[in-house]
């Protein structure tokens, strides 16, 4: 009966209640291993797919970095080409505004020549100019290409009536300072060996070689246009013929306006300037044009009234009787220079010191 019941109780349980086969054949060890194996495979296969992603953006991040790099390098490329770029358009622009101030002199200069010829015109109502605009043709300043001279504290020394005895202890004290100056000589009596090489050593240390008349014989001089033209081409050639130079600059005997000009100096102004040449007056004195010499200090103190204007021209005498005048100019460079002025020889580019012009009526 037992065994009735227990085969009973086989049957009555369901087919698909029963265990595989092959699980009874394993026995009762194996259902544990079976439970473990599947997670830790999902979990392995997580971990792979969460590395092969990782993989995947660190390959795009250092692509995406790499790419930032070039970019970078090309930024910077292009700011080193911008900045050579400013560099050079910043040189051109300083170079333009150079050619701008000096054209802007030119300009000046050329309108100062335009108003003074327009005042003392040489042409007559109709038109027609005098007969003395045909004279020396070769009578013509060199054109004047260097710099120009203005604003500033200056100082302009000129020496005039030279060559002399004393123009070699001039030379020296300028030499021994580096002072560049003027010197407005004279023809009539300097046309020994002697003066011719002292016109030499002038022009061989850098100084302004300047005319200042053949005769420095004011009724001479002035007795007429022509009369000046004659003094001044003459001395022209004879300085070009001693020292190879020939002078852009001239001072009037006496100054532009004295007792013996004042019936022809509009003229000799106009004509002169045509032709290209530049005076210069003074605006400082030696006062040494006196009958007797005068002491050093006395020399040197009116040389120094100039102090205070920017530009000082400076006017001294080059003669044997002016030994004083030599012996003051180491006290006259030391104080202009002591005032914070700077020496220059005069050319074209300095600015014009002229007297005054007195009214008509």
């Given at each position: 009966?037992?065994?009735?019941?227990?085969?009973?109780?086989?049957?009555?349980?369901?087919?698909?209640?029963?265990?595989?086969?092959?699980?009874?054949?394993?026995?009762?060890?194996?259902?544990?291993?079976?439970?473990?194996?599947?997670?830790?495979?999902?979990?392995?296969?997580?971990?792979?797919?969460?590395?092969?992603?990782?993989?995947?953006?660190?390959?795009?991040?250092?692509?995406?970095?790499?790419?930032?790099?070039?970019?970078?390098?090309?930024?910077?490329?292009?700011?080193?080409?911008?900045?050579?770029?400013?560099?050079?358009?910043?040189?051109?622009?300083?170079?333009?505004?150079?050619?701008?101030?000096?054209?802007?002199?030119?300009?000046?200069?050329?309108?100062?020549?335009?108003?003074?010829?327009?005042?003392?015109s040489i042409a007559a109502p109709d038109g027609t100019t005098p007969e003395y605009t045909r004279l020396?043709?070769?009578?013509?300043?060199?054109?004047?290409?260097?710099?120009?001279?203005?604003?500033?504290?200056?100082?302009?020394?000129?020496?005039?009536?030279?060559?002399?005895?004393?123009?070699?202890?001039?030379?020296?004290?300028?030499?021994?300072?580096?002072?560049?100056?003027?010197?407005?000589?004279?023809?009539?009596?300097?046309?020994?060996?002697?003066?011719?090489?002292?016109?030499?050593?002038?022009?061989?240390?850098?100084?302004?070689?300047?005319?200042?008349?053949?005769?420095?014989?004011?009724?001479?001089?002035?007795?007429?246009?022509?009369?000046?033209?004659?003094?001044?081409?003459?001395?022209?050639?004879?300085?070009?013929?001693?020292?190879?130079?020939?002078?852009?600059?001239?001072?009037?005997?006496?100054?532009?306006?004295?007792?013996?000009?004042?019936?022809?100096?509009?003229?000799?102004?106009?004509?002169?300037?045509?032709?290209?040449?530049?005076?210069?007056?003074?605006?400082?004195?030696?006062?040494?044009?006196?009958?007797?010499?005068?002491?050093?200090?006395?020399?040197?103190?009116?040389?120094?009234?100039?102090i205070g204007r920017e530009l000082v021209v400076v006017l001294a005498h080059d003669s044997a009787a002016?030994?004083?005048?030599?012996?003051?100019?180491?006290?006259?460079?030391?104080?202009?220079?002591?005032?914070?002025?700077?020496?220059?020889?005069?050319?074209?580019?300095?600015?014009?010191?002229?007297f005054g012009y007195p009214q008509t009526r």
């Amino acid at each position: 009966m037992d065994q009735a019941a227990e085969h009973s109780t086989t049957s009555a349980q369901p087919e698909g209640l029963l265990p595989p086969p092959d699980s009874l054949e394993d026995g009762p060890e194996s259902a544990p291993a079976q439970g473990v194996g599947r997670p830790l495979f999902w979990a392995v296969s997580a971990l792979a797919g969460a590395l092969a992603a990782l993989c995947v953006w660190l390959a795009l991040r250092c692509a995406a970095l790499d790419g930032q790099g070039r970019y970078a390098r090309q930024l910077a490329g292009e700011l080193d080409a911008q900045r050579t770029g400013l560099e050079q358009a910043q040189a051109q622009l300083s170079a333009a505004q150079a050619q701008l101030k000096r054209l802007e002199g030119e300009l000046d200069q050329a309108r100062s020549t335009i108003g003074l010829l327009e005042e003392y015109s040489i042409a007559a109502p109709d038109g027609t100019t005098p007969e003395y605009t045909r004279l020396y043709p070769d009578f013509y300043a060199p054109e004047w290409t260097g710099e120009t001279v203005s604003g500033g504290k200056v100082c302009c020394l000129t020496f005039d009536d030279g060559p002399s005895p004393n123009t070699g202890r001039v030379l020296e004290i300028l030499e021994r300072y580096g002072v560049k100056a003027t010197f407005f000589v004279v023809g009539e009596g300097k046309t020994g060996q002697a003066d011719q090489e002292r016109m030499r050593a002038v022009a061989a240390a850098g100084h302004t070689l300047a005319m200042h008349s053949w005769t420095h014989d004011y009724k001479k001089v002035y007795a007429s246009v022509e009369a000046f033209l004659d003094e001044f081409s003459a001395l022209y050639q004879w300085i070009y013929e001693v020292t190879g130079v020939y002078p852009q600059l001239y001072r009037f005997p006496g100054g532009s306006i004295n007792g013996y000009d004042r019936g022809v100096y509009q003229e000799i102004i106009a004509e002169m300037t045509r032709r290209g040449f530049v005076y210069f007056d003074w605006n400082a004195s030696a006062q040494d044009a006196t009958p007797r010499p005068r002491p050093a200090w006395d020399i040197a103190a009116d040389c120094l009234k100039g102090i205070g204007r920017e530009l000082v021209v400076v006017l001294a005498h080059d003669s044997a009787a002016r030994g004083t005048t030599v012996d003051a100019l180491p006290a006259v460079i030391e104080g202009y220079q002591g005032a914070g002025y700077t020496f220059s020889a005069l050319h074209p580019g300095v600015e014009p010191v002229t007297f005054g012009y007195p009214q008509t009526r």
